[in-house]
């Protein structure tokens, strides 16, 4: 798509007015947001919105405002000061009034029609990216080195509404201490501290990129957001994420591992000599205990075999990206973005178990039959379990029955051979391909990576080198044998940048 008119649009959308059209998209959602929160935490009452019009009038224009009332009190300022404009208060006072009392309820049916909602919840969200970056802008100006505080206000601007909600429902008389924004934070709130946070980072020059490209790259995720949960209701894109860091931050990884060395403990302790009974006639006390513990063992030996694939799977995973950052690091900076990209979607092309000798086939596209698939080979570990790990790799020559290596007899658990195999006929066949490089300046440096003498960079890509050698034989080779291999292979990796360098000169 043009660039330019990207940032035509991205300008056009930072220098609109909100008010009126988008206030009162915002102020008839969240007009039907109180509604809909009547009608599920209020069914006791009958006619409630008719018995108590104060209450939910109060109730609509707090969470309308709640972004400007919050920040506002933060700030040191009158919580009231965007009131001082009647017009905003009477606009927000016929969204409300329409909404809950228009004849035969029309406005109320009229704004849950789909295309309808669409249009006005677009409106929302482009409305929320311009509250979140004026109250960044803002605070910035007032407190220049105050981050923190300028991501909080930013965000607050952005999802008032979410966090006012446990206040709202108190002043219906409802009081829903268990579920508030700060035990279960909604994906607008998440959203809004990023978006806040990539504000500032632009706002302090860490974010060179086009002011309007930034921002309508965080208004489209908005929008975006906002589309698919009008069709799939709840989506929340930042869960995967949390659970993974979850998992690797606050230690429920090391929970697991705990828990299953403890029984493991345990069921070695019932196995020892002395703690088996002696037979005697009838019923063996020692079988018993036997058949117990070999029950118990079972059950240890599958959920120990499923906790390490799937830790081993989140940390290969790490690898992935890691390698993107570590390879755009030794090439010029305006091919950086491309291996980055390229890194992640290999995973798209990885395949197991079926197809031909040496590439898969679609038997098992969109993972197809895998969840209700048993274990493969009588394992103790499930199907899909099994097929995240491999999903790292290229390991059709290796884990699918049909390998041509397989076939050979190879035995490599870390699937080094297929990868570095491709991974070099590949690089081979892209030089062959494009040629030597075609430079229009005298500067062809790497933009991470220092020349021609000793560095951290080069000390990584002998290290590399090394574990390239050593990895298809893990599992098999003894640490000698490791050392001497990797040895040879960073010796091979010197003397053939030698070998380049003279060719090329």
Request: hydrophobic share 45%.
């Amino acid at each position: 798509m043009n660039k330019e008119l990207l940032i035509y649009i991205g300008s056009q959308l930072s220098q609109i007015r909100l008010y009126p059209l988008f206030d009162i998209c915002h102020y008839l959602l969240i007009a039907i947001q109180v509604r809909d929160d009547i009608q599920q935490c209020q069914t006791a009452t009958q006619n409630f919105t008719r018995r108590h019009p104060l209450s939910c009038w109060l109730s609509t224009v707090l969470l309308c405002f709640s972004g400007s009332i919050l920040t506002n009190f933060l700030l040191a300022e009158s919580p009231l000061k965007d009131f001082i404009h009647h017009q905003h208060l009477l606009l927000a006072t016929v969204c409300w009034y329409i909404v809950f009392y228009f004849p035969f309820d029309f406005i109320n049916y009229l704004l849950r029609f789909l295309p309808i909602r669409l249009v006005i919840g677009i409106g929302k969200e482009i409305r929320r990216t311009k509250t979140i970056y004026d109250g960044v802008r803002l605070t910035l100006s007032l407190y220049p080195d105050s981050y923190i505080i300028v991501i909080l206000i930013g965000a607050i601007r952005g999802c008032g509404e979410t966090i006012m909600s446990s206040i709202d429902r108190l002043i219906r008389g409802v009081w829903l201490p268990a579920q508030h924004e700060f035990l279960f934070p909604s994906f607008a709130t998440k959203a809004c501290f990023l978006s806040s946070l990539i504000f500032l980072l632009y706002r302090i020059e860490l974010l060179r990129f086009q002011h309007e490209l930034i921002y309508l790259c965080v208004a489209s995720i908005f929008i975006y957001v906002r589309i698919i949960t009008s069709f799939f209701k709840q989506y929340d894109p930042f869960m995967p994420f949390e659970n993974l860091s979850s998992g690797l931050l606050f230690n429920s990884w090391i929970d697991i591992i705990s828990d299953a060395y403890r029984r493991a403990t345990i069921n070695n302790s019932l196995t020892t000599p002395q703690n088996l009974a002696i037979s005697s006639g009838g019923l063996s006390p020692s079988n018993t205990s036997n058949a117990l513990m070999n029950t118990k063992k079972d059950g240890f030996t599958e959920s120990t075999d499923l906790v390490w694939v799937l830790i081993s799977t989140v940390l290969v995973w790490i690898m992935i990206p890691g390698s993107g950052l570590y390879s755009s690091g030794m090439i010029k900076r305006k091919n950086a973005l491309l291996i980055l990209w390229l890194s992640p979607m290999s995973v798209s092309v990885t395949t197991i178990r079926s197809g031909s000798a040496f590439i898969g086939d679609l038997a098992r596209i969109t993972l197809k039959n895998i969840i209700n698939e048993s274990p493969i080979n009588k394992t103790t570990i499930p199907t899909i379990a099994y097929c995240l790990f491999p999903l790292m790799f290229v390991s059709q020559w290796i884990r699918s029955q049909n390998g041509w290596a397989r076939s050979l007899g190879s035995l490599d658990h870390a699937d080094g051979a297929p990868i570095h195999i491709q991974v070099g006929t590949s690089s081979l066949a892209y030089s062959l391909l494009f040629g030597k490089r075609h430079a229009t300046t005298n500067n062809t440096s790497k933009h991470s990576s220092p020349k021609y003498k000793f560095s951290l960079a080069r000390f990584c890509m002998g290290s590399i080198a090394g574990l390239v050698c050593i990895t298809p034989g893990s599992g098999y080779a003894s640490i000698p044998a490791s050392v001497v291999l990797g040895t040879f292979g960073s010796t091979c990796v010197y003397f053939g940048r030698k070998i380049t360098t003279y060719s090329s000169n």
